[in-house]
């Protein structure tokens, strides 16, 4: 396990970089299935990819509950780092979370473990960031939905390989539901709840 000094530092230029990348991840999900690059972190722990990094570093803080998968949770660096640079405390129950850290796709839960808020306050639901393969490889997935002009093409290699399917659940809860946010590398691609799909491609 890695000493406070020993851990991987955030952002060299905090504000900047987090403005940077707020408006990468709100673009994100007002474009569902567009890639959009995200402001690089100095460091990042263990399993963690730099742009689950600068999330993180932007977007978590005292009062966001968070759920690591077991990958993440394994990984003592990623913990330390995470509480030290956010303060975010980490939950064992995924239905109480604002966001989720998965590392391993293969082993997602299933959603409806997380939190789907409410018709009053939909906000108060999960927003699940999945790190995949790559961008640019794989299957292609069509989309449709608010901010998609017409349909949008995503081609990602990624774990798990029904995410699109698991995720038509939310068309019957909206306003209820989960986003999700996938993330390869630095870079990332949301799918909000009201995006949908309309056919997947091998």
Not at 64 to 75: I, K, N, Q, V, Y
Not at 112 to 128: H, I, Q
Not at 180 to 187: E, F, G, R, S, T
Request: one cysteine or more; charged letters at 20%; hydrophobic letters at 45%.
């Amino acid at each position: 396990m890695a000493t406070i000094a020993e851990l991987p530092p955030g952002f060299a230029g905090k504000v900047l970089s987090a403005q940077s990348t707020f408006r990468s991840v709100m673009d994100a999900m007002a474009r569902p299935g567009s890639i959009n690059r995200i402001a690089p972190v100095a460091g990042t722990p263990g399993a963690m990819m730099r742009g689950t990094a600068a999330i993180a570093l932007t977007l978590f803080d005292h009062d966001t509950p968070l759920w690591l998968d077991r990958e993440m949770a394994g990984s003592s660096d990623v913990v330390t780092w995470l509480k030290f640079h956010t303060g975010a405390p980490i939950v064992a129950e995924p239905s109480i979370c604002g966001f989720a850290l998965i590392a391993d796709g293969g082993a997602l839960p299933a959603l409806e473990r997380f939190a789907l808020g409410s018709n009053e306050y939909p906000d108060r639901s999960t927003t699940v960031i999945i790190q995949v393969g790559d961008f640019g490889a794989g299957d292609t997935f069509r989309l449709r939905g608010p901010g998609i002009d017409g349909m949008a093409s995503l081609q990602a290699r990624m774990q798990p390989a029904d995410l699109f399917e698991r995720l038509q659940n939310n068309e019957t809860l909206f306003p209820r539901g989960i986003d999700v946010v996938l993330v390869a590398d630095d870079a990332i691609v949301a799918i909000p709840r009201t995006a949908r799909l309309v056919r997947k491609e091998s």
